[in-house]
């Protein structure tokens, strides 16, 4: 035999064989798609219930509403407590915290407590879930929150939020945010207190919004896995809000998590060009015209991760009602068995799934709370 055709015949043995891939009926992913617990780390609709939505009722303007939350089988949900930069002014951003606090406790979960179930563990998520309640957990977005007391920190800890994102668009007192100037080189000293301080309380560090130097200060500075909650691929999509290749490999090799964002900027280039939120003056109709990512667009960032870190540091943080522009096929919280059949199709087993969809983000709790729990000892 030829000595390069041996070797070519070698090579082509040793490589890992493509998955098999086939077309899905409608029943199969129906069935596969409802035996996952499928976790979603950020959803803004408590912008809408703070002014009074109800979330049992339909949402004809919004993403979300309980009857799409049962249709697109979401287990749990990361309910966003966010505090918008302008609450920084009068220092007013705590009593804002707690408002967005209440929202997520009395105008969602009190008031639906038949649907949803307060829980702040990651054994707390199955529970509910193993009840049929749809797990609501809270993540405070804006470190601006504590405003700079660790006392507030813990306070909110104790009130049930679970993880924090370190900035918003705002660069605040102690860390630099990707949407703002830097003022401080990444962390302060006190801005790595908080982040060892949040390990010794149990609350996750989440590095979505964050200048990247912040991202690799939180990174150095924390005992336990950091995660994104809700950011998408740069190498995709050149947003500053999303993250290198080099800052993904250096989160899973902390054992954490990024929870790719649906919002078409973040997933398209080319959405991104022509982004109305990158074009303040932009007109009414050029922001209803603005270009949609799809389906194949939130595949490919999950695709993306898997390539370069593994299966086991991808997951999904929507950003469902906290951005304007959502993809094709993926247009609102009812729509996820679309992104179960796209990746069944890809070439995703069901077991790949449900790491996506929530095991890997369980994996990260249980972490953070093992490390919390072991600080106390």
């Known amino acids: 035999m030829n000595r390069f055709l041996a070797l070519a015949l070698l090579l082509c043995s040793s490589r890992p064989a493509l998955p098999q891939t086939r077309k899905y009926t409608d029943a199969e992913v129906e069935k596969i798609h409802r035996s996952l617990l499928l976790i979603d780390t950020h ?4 912008s809408k219930t703070v002014q ?3 979330i ?7 993403h979300t509403d309980l009857a799409r939350l049962r249709e697109g089988n ?14 920084v002014n009068g220092n007013r951003s705590a009593h804002r915290t707690l408002e967005m606090i209440d929202t997520v406790k009395r105008d969602i979960v009190a008031r639906r407590p038949d649907s949803f179930e307060l829980v702040t563990t990651a054994a707390g998520i199955e529970a509910a879930h193993r009840r049929g309640k749809i797990a609501a957990l809270m993540g405070l977005e804006g470190g601006h929150g504590i405003e700079d007391s660790l006392r507030l920190l813990r306070d909110y800890y104790d009130l049930g939020v679970r993880y924090m994102t370190l900035t918003h668009a705002n660069t605040n007192n102690w860390a630099d945010s990707s949407g703002d100037k830097p003022k401080h080189d990444g962390l302060t000293d006190f801005g790595k207190q908080v982040v060892r301080e949040m390990n010794r309380i149990g609350m996750m560090v989440d590095i979505s919004h964050v200048s990247d130097k912040t991202f690799w200060d939180a990174l150095a500075a924390s005992k336990a896995p950091v995660f994104a909650s809700h950011s998408s691929c740069r190498a ?3 947003l500053p809000r999303n993250m290198t290749d080099e800052m993904i490999r250096a989160l899973a090799k902390k054992r954490g998590v990024i929870q790719i964002n649906f919002g078409c900027d973040f997933l398209s280039r080319k959405a991104a060009d022509e982004s109305p939120l990158l074009h303040p003056l932009a007109t009414a109709a050029a922001k209803k015209s603005q270009v949609r990512a799809s389906l194949s667009d939130v595949v490919a960032h999950i695709d993306h991760v898997v390539k370069i870190a593994g299966i086991d540091y991808v997951g999904i943080g929507s950003d469902f009602d906290g951005v304007g522009c959502t993809p094709a096929g993926l247009d609102d919280v009812s729509k996820f068995p679309n992104l179960t059949r796209a990746l069944l199709e890809k070439g995703y087993t069901p077991q790949d799934i449900g790491k996506i969809y929530g095991g890997n983000l369980l994996r990260v709790m249980r972490e953070v709370e093992r490390i919390a729990a072991e600080s106390r000892q």
């Open 52 to 54: 009074g939505f109800d």
């Open 43 to 46: 959803n803004d609709i408590t």
């Open 74 to 87: 979401v287990g749990a949900v990361f309910f966003a407590v966010y505090v918008a930069a302008s609450y």
């Open 56 to 62: 049992a009722s339909h949402g004809a303007t919004t």
């Open 236 to 238: 995709l999509s050149s």
